[in-house]
């Protein structure tokens, strides 16, 4: 059974950094190309990052380039997201999954930043 699990939510002021974790557990994660989305009240999940299986190729949505970092640890079956700049706008639930929605949501990582 697949598992995706968000962590590193929480509340962080405009201008601050936060990161977020998502741990994978069954699936060969290595053979995944990963991304973070991200749903806002009353909106539609948004595709944010995504990386290839190997680290070396990443994409962003034009509102969080150059401000977001997505990365890998294949032998710690972990994606991340380092998301400096942080804007009130970022504010939304964070989930991870492979950048085809392969899988079901897990409950993602709320977090708020305020203004």
């Known amino acids: 059974q697949v598992q995706l699990v968000e962590s590193g939510g929480g509340l962080v002021q405009a201008g601050g950094s936060l990161r977020l974790s998502c741990a994978a557990s069954?699936?060969?994660?290595?053979?995944?190309?990963m991304a973070w989305f991200r749903q806002a009240p009353g909106k539609e999940h948004e595709f944010v990052a995504g990386?290839?299986?190997?680290?070396?190729?990443?994409e962003y949505v034009a509102s969080v380039k150059g401000r977001f970092t997505i990365s890998r640890d294949n032998a710690r079956n972990t994606l991340y997201l380092q998301m400096n700049s942080l804007k009130p706008e970022d504010t939304a639930v964070y989930y991870c999954n492979t950048r085809h929605l392969t899988f079901p949501w897990g409950k993602g990582a709320q977090f708020t930043v305020s203004s």
């Open positions: 069954g699936l060969t994660f290595s053979n995944y190309t």
């Open positions: 990386i290839r299986w190997n680290g070396k190729v990443t």
